[in-house]
């Protein structure tokens, strides 16, 4: 008797559109880290991601508006990825997370091609709403590792929600520089990050 073969489930019509709005911000994501802010034309992007302008139009009311979705979902990603390693267990341990995703750029979306961060940091410079944005995670991931450093051997005089904020510009610092050429290794981020905490 035979098998039958493995068919793949068909996707629910909301799982289609939103496979193909994420395929759309990842091709703008490449465009934009490869080409900046200005270049990427709408017919590169659907090109890049294999749908028409047609589909475009359905998640995104113009370019403008798409290269702010862009930039929301990397940031989003990237400041997740940041906090998210370090939350959890003693400092120094979580520190060491920290350090580790900042200098070898593991990102959650776009794996191990480079986000370009100052690319990144323009878009947000050149847009009013991700500023807005930007204050709102920038908030959130200092909240959730604030309640790590108040909880970790840390220098009594230093207050934790402005300590976690310290951590998430110096990961910001430290990946910009990298888009420069300069970086650190992650024993000496780390070290260099505890000798400013520890008592």
Sequence with gaps: MQENAAVEPR?????????????????????????GLDTPSLDRI??????????????FKDRDDFMVEVTDWVLSGVLDRMVGVAVGGDLETALGRFT?????????????????????LESIARSDKLKQR???????????????????????????????SLLIAIG???????????????????EGILRLLEP
């Design 100 to 120: 580790a995703f900042v200098v070898q750029r593991d990102l959650p979306l776009v794996g191990s091609v480079p986000v370009a961060t100052h690319r990144v």
């Design 11 to 35: 996707r629910s019509r909301a799982e289609s559109k939103e496979a193909t709005r994420k395929a759309l911000l990842y091709a703008g994501l490449l465009e934009l880290i490869e080409h």
């Design 134 to 164: 930007f204050a709102e995670l920038m908030r959130g991931a200092a909240s959730r590792l604030a309640g790590l450093v108040a909880n970790g051997r840390v220098r009594r005089d230093l207050e934790p929600g402005q300590t976690a």
């Design 172 to 190: 910001i610092g430290a990946l910009s520089l990298a888009d420069t050429g300069v970086s650190m290794g992650e024993a000496e981020l780390k």
């Design 46 to 59: 659907c090109a890049r991601a294999g749908f028409t302008r047609g589909a475009f139009y359905v998640h």
